[in-house]
């Protein structure tokens, strides 16, 4: 279960994939529409996820140490680090301008990561479950913010968010080439299939990444706005 090197037998909408997507979408479902069975344990939900996201990160480098595989490249610096803790200062701390750049990159890019995972472990290798049960946390504590919590995020936070998450590319960029790393990959794409295998090289990969973030950006918002305008005809 915690190998390096055997169970290295992931295959891509398998059935183990499948299944864990499925519950994926059905606690999501749960946990949005569950509303009213579920908010006397609101507290209990909070702090499972806070536990769940601490548990997953430290696990992690714990695991790459104890197997000698931890590199500089594993700082967490990647944009799943990043969402969790934001998620992780959320659940400490209320604040709206940091929702806002969660909902961004911690809602729709954790999914699509687990639709088309960069992994190579089946399941129940610790990998599998960690990866899984990371992203499916930090989608989770959006829905638990905006459903629990009442958080909102107007329109023009789209662009704030695009141009927040540019603002840290930047830096980062610089950091690949110093460090020969491939945070929020933009070096390179995935070394396994995944959406990022078909931008492209060169300037033309950035172009694209560019444009599917904002169109991530404005496909995530849709919901919200649809949301926040029935609340408005409800007054």
Request: with cysteine; aromatic share 18%.
């Amino acid at each position: 279960m915690f190998s390096v090197t055997e169970m290295r037998t992931f295959e891509l909408f398998s059935v183990p994939h499948i299944a864990v997507l499925l519950m994926f979408v059905a606690l999501s479902f749960f946990l949005i529409y569950g509303k009213r069975l579920l908010k006397p344990y609101q507290p209990i939900i909070k702090w499972t996820l806070l536990g769940i996201l601490v548990l997953s990160e430290l696990s992690w480098h714990i695991w790459l140490v104890a197997t000698g595989q931890w590199e500089v490249g594993d700082l967490p610096l990647q944009l799943c680090s990043i969402s969790t803790f934001v998620s992780i200062y959320l659940c400490l701390k209320p604040n709206k301008k940091a929702f806002y750049l969660l909902f961004f990159i911690g809602l729709l890019p954790p999914i699509l990561s687990m639709v088309t995972p960069e992994m190579f472990y089946q399941f129940p290798h610790y990998r599998f479950l960690k990866y899984f049960l990371h992203h499916a946390a930090i989608a989770w504590s959006v829905l638990y913010f905006i459903v629990y919590e009442g958080y909102r995020v107007p329109r023009k936070a789209v662009w704030t968010g695009f141009l927040m998450v540019n603002l840290l590319a930047l830096p980062i960029f610089f950091l690949n080439l110093l460090l020969d790393t491939n945070f929020f990959y933009l070096a390179n794409p995935t070394e396994s299939k995944t959406i990022l295998s078909f931008f492209g090289s060169g300037v033309m990969y950035y172009i694209n990444l560019e444009i599917a973030a904002l169109v991530v950006f404005f496909v995530t918002y849709l919901p919200m706005g649809v949301l926040m305008k029935r609340e408005r005809l409800k007054g």
